[in-house]
């Protein structure tokens, strides 16, 4: 069983920060992919950054420069500080990871997983 748990985020005031982390924790044997989405009240859920195992990212343009994704590859653990917040960055931040919990007749059982989410609100 593997789980993700988000921390983080809350009510900040535009042009503020706030920082999220997402912990996974179970039976991993690796993780590949681990990023951040967000939905917004009446929209569908969009990517906002993610990083490979080696590190490589890729940002939402409307996120490029304000946020950063970062990961703990010992602590199994993604991050994401976010500054210079905006009102339309308002919405339910999840965590999602691509996690290989075994092998099985050589090949890697790999499933993505999700947190619960998380608030973030920006507002004055």
């Known amino acids: 069983q593997v789980q993700l748990v988000e921390s983080g985020g809350g009510f900040v005031q535009p042009g503020g920060s706030l920082g999220l982390s997402c912990a996974a924790s179970?039976?991993?044997?690796?993780?590949?992919?681990m990023g951040w989405y967000r939905q917004a009240p009446g929209k569908q859920r969009e990517l906002v950054a993610r990083i490979t195992s080696s590190g490589n990212t890729n940002y939402a343009d409307s996120v490029k420069g304000r946020f950063t994704i970062s990961r703990d590859n010992a602590k199994n653990t993604v991050y994401l500080q976010m500054n210079s917040l905006k009102p339309e960055d308002t919405a339910v931040y999840y965590c999602?990871?691509?996690?290989?919990?075994?092998?099985?007749?050589?090949?890697?059982?790999?499933?993505?997983?999700w947190g619960q989410g998380t608030q973030v609100t920006v507002s004055s």
């Open positions: 179970g039976s991993i044997f690796s993780i590949n992919a």
């Open positions: 999602n990871a691509a996690i290989v919990t075994g092998i099985l007749f050589g090949r890697p059982i790999d499933n993505t997983y």
